[in-house]
Nanobody, 118 residues
Framework: EVQLVESGGGLVQPGGSLRLSCAASGFTFDDYAMSWVRQAPGKGLEWVSAISWNGGITYYAEYMKGRFTISRDNAKNTLYLQMNSLKSEDTAVYYC???????????WGKGILVTVSS
């Protein structure tokens, strides 16, 4: 059974940092690209970032470039999202997702809440 479990969310002040983690199990982690997606209160899903199977290629939504860094540790079956210079607009539930070639994201975690507020 595929499981994706996010952690590391919480309340942070504007300008602060958080690192999200996503522990993966039930599939061969280093066979697949992975993504982060978020959903702000009252809004739709927004793709944040993606990383190739070996971490060699990364992609970011324009709004996150320079502030967020996606990475992975295939030995630990874990995906990360380092978020710096956080803004109130970054408040959202953050989901990690497993990519399936040609089909988009086929498995999602339950999400973790990040609240940016003073």
């Amino acid at each position: 059974e595929v499981q994706l479990v996010e952690s590391g969310g919480g309340l942070v002040q504007p300008g602060g940092s958080l690192r999200l983690s996503c522990a993966a199990s039930g599939f061969t982690f280093d066979d697949y690209a992975m993504s982060w997606v978020r959903q702000a209160p009252g809004k739709g899903l927004e793709w944040v970032s993606a990383i190739s199977w070996n971490g060699g290629i990364t992609y970011y939504a324009e709004y996150m470039k320079g502030r967020f860094t996606i990475s992975r540790d295939n030995a630990k079956n874990t995906l990360y999202l380092q978020m710096n210079s956080l803004k109130s607009e970054d408040t959202a539930v953050y989901y990690c997702a497993k990519d399936y070639p040609g089909l988009g994201m086929d498995y999602w975690g339950k999400g973790i809440l990040v609240t940016v507020s003073s």
